[in-house]
């Protein structure tokens, strides 16, 4: 049964960019949806093999590289105008990761199996319909896991977590806007470049600087190609629109005349530009072509340090051969070496993959240097350093004051950052803890662990301090020395709001808003209030959109305020659109009386 989420529930109210459904208790038939999701399940285990023998067969049929380069460029290309940039793609449902996952089928495969003739539109088109339908058949056998608990209050709560993960991981690809994601890595990394050189022949920041600009470079190529068929196509007779085509658009051979004297005198338009259209994939397959040399000399970068990048990030075709079809949605060894190398030939159909996948490749090519343990110390003190930064630019007037280190009781703490501003106080703590992979398949210890490090710990340490302040504040003497000794500028009598944030360098956002299930699930200790949390790339977007401290305070207040009160889901960009729209004041959701999902805001 395919729910979506645009059709859900009746309209509950509409303002400029966001709308608002309801879907009452009374509307869902449970017993019909849990019966329709479990023969669902059942007929995709069924249907599952089919669909990857089919996608098999067109690849056996038709030349791969020609088959991945349409169906990247389509799950690539997205429509702007006034409005902005459109959420689905060319063609709907077709995603980034049904790309990923087509790719990993291909290298299982030895070069010698490829197929060498053109696909047809009509191939093209079934290759999309498999892959989603692929991709959707393991989503749903994953639901009879999740029946088998369905009477266990704690166990369907563990494993909702799990599937939250799992979802992450299989879809989910980036982590902060474009370009955080680059500024990010390459600083964060930029200390260890004479270890990797030394290793790997290649620094840290120009590995970065090589896929920052094979990401430009593609994109740059796909751009000017749509941009000239699109002049091309807009002639408004037959003779207009050939003579263009032949004349304008590379690698056409043969004489106009002749062309449109084959024509059928029933041809319309449409179908002549849908002709053409079809004609001109032929030779996409080029866009994705590397040549070192020449990225080379547009980044500015030596070819032979290029050429090592390329050896690190490319994969032969048949080195998959072993990796069962089943493991590639979630462990996908083209996520981080999305290259295939076909002899002297060098693609790159998935450019995009390897800026999301960075922080993972890095690391492990940093444990091959013997450079994990610089790195992990590198991730805390850069985290700290760059929470404390974005707070001061958020709040240029705030006395920021990082690795705040204070006593209570006779213990000593440290706080990552504290930031005062007029009569709010605002306590961050920073955790750079790595998400392994186990964790993001849905491996349950190791997702627990996650939580404590990242969710629960870090809650704890602001609450203690904010507990702190509040006895400050009514006058309690041990608690006033603590306040004093931090250094605030502010009396603690003085202090009307005290915010907490918690920040990490991975992207957690699938489990941060997920406290109802984390306290069933007893992750999260039934009496904690979680701080709003979020990675550093979302934190620096919030700092940069909300440009004025009023808001970016209000902001941070009603995130936490939010997900304390009512089982909302959505990662931080949708908290932040709801803002931008809302100022999160929805009344239903804010009393508790609501369940909600922010979606595509």
């Known amino acids: 049964m395919n729910i979506k989420i645009d059709e859900l529930g009746e309209i509950h109210f509409r303002r400029p960019g966001m709308t608002g459904r309801e879907v009452k208790a009374g509307d869902i038939d449970r017993e019909a949806l849990r019966t329709a999701s479990i023969a669902e399940a059942h007929a995709a285990i069924e249907a599952f093999p089919r669909h990857l023998e089919r996608i098999l067969e067109i690849l056996r049929a038709c030349f791969p590289p020609h088959v991945l380069a349409t169906i990247s460029s389509w799950s690539m290309t997205h429509k702007a105008g006034p ?117 790997h022949g290649f620094g840290a920041t120009e590995l970065v600087d090589v896929a920052s600009g094979l990401v430009n470079m593609i994109q740059q190529r796909l751009s000017d190609r749509l941009t000239l068929l699109d002049g091309i196509m807009r002639g408004r007779t037959r003779k207009a629109i050939v003579h263009a085509y032949f004349e304008r658009y590379d690698g056409v051979d043969g004489v106009p005349e002749e062309f449109l004297a084959s024509l059928s005198p029933k041809t319309t338009l449409r179908q002549l530009r849908m002709m053409l259209h ?166 349950v210890n190791s997702a627990r662990k996650h939580v404590k490090d990242l969710l629960v710990e870090p809650a704890i340490q602001s609450a203690r301090l904010q507990d702190i302040l509040r006895a400050a504040g009514e006058g309690e003497v041990e608690a006033m020395a603590v306040v004093a000794s931090l250094g605030l500028g502010i009396d603690a009598a003085d202090i009307e709001q005290t915010i907490r944030l918690s920040v990490t360098l991975d992207d957690f956002a699938t489990l941060a808003s997920a406290q109802v299930e984390l306290k069933r699930a007893g992750w999260l200790p039934d009496t904690l209030v979680q701080p709003a949390t979020m990675t550093l790339a979302d934190l620096g977007t919030c700092s940069d959109i909300l440009d004025r401290p009023l808001f970016f305070l209000h902001y941070l207040i009603g995130r936490a305020r939010i997900q304390r009160v009512a089982p909302v889901f959505g990662d931080e960009l949708d908290y932040l659109g709801t803002y931008l729209n809302s100022g999160l004041d929805l009344v239903e959701v804010a009393a508790g009386t609501h369940k909600g999902m922010f979606n595509r805001m």
């Open 83 to 199: 409005d902005g940039v459109a959420v689905d793609g060319v063609i709907a449902g077709l995603e980034q990761h049904h790309v990923e996952l087509l790719q990993a089928i291909l290298l299982r495969m030895d070069r010698w199996e490829w197929g060498v003739e053109r696909a047809s539109y009509q191939q093209i088109g079934e290759m999309m319909g498999e892959l989603k339908a692929l991709a959707s058949a393991f989503q749903r056998r994953r639901a009879l896991e999740v029946d088998k608990v369905s009477s266990d209050p704690e166990r369907l709560a563990v494993a909702l977590i799990q599937e939250r993960l799992r979802d992450q991981t299989q879809m989910i690809r980036n982590w902060g806007s474009y370009d955080e994601m680059v500024r990010i890595v390459r600083d964060l990394h930029a200390p260890l470049d004479d270890g990797f050189r030394s290793h």
């Open 278 to 443: 079809e004609h001109a994939s032929t030779g996409l397959m080029l866009e994705f072509v590397v040549d070192p040399g020449d990225l080379a000399a547009r980044i500015g970068i030596s070819t032979q340090v290029v050429e090592s990048v390329f050896a690190a990030i490319g994969l032969v075709p048949g080195v998959l051969r072993s990796k069962e079809p089943e493991h590639l949605f979630l462990d996908n060894p083209v996520w981080k070496r999305p290259a295939i190398r076909d002899g002297a030939e060098f693609l790159l159909f998935l450019p995009q993959t390897i800026v999301g996948f960075l922080p993972g490749l890095l690391r492990e090519l940093a444990a091959e240097a013997g450079l994990g343990r610089r790195l992990e110390r590198r991730r805390a003190r850069y985290l700290e350093e760059e929470t404390a930064r974005l707070i001061s630019v958020a709040l240029p007037t705030a006395r920021v004051l990082p690795s705040v280190k204070w006593s209570w009781k006779g213990v000593r703490y440290e706080t990552d950052v504290i930031a005062a501003v007029d009569k709010v106080v605002v306590i961050a703590e920073a955790k750079s803890a790595v998400l392994t992979d186990a964790a993001l398949r849905g491996a």
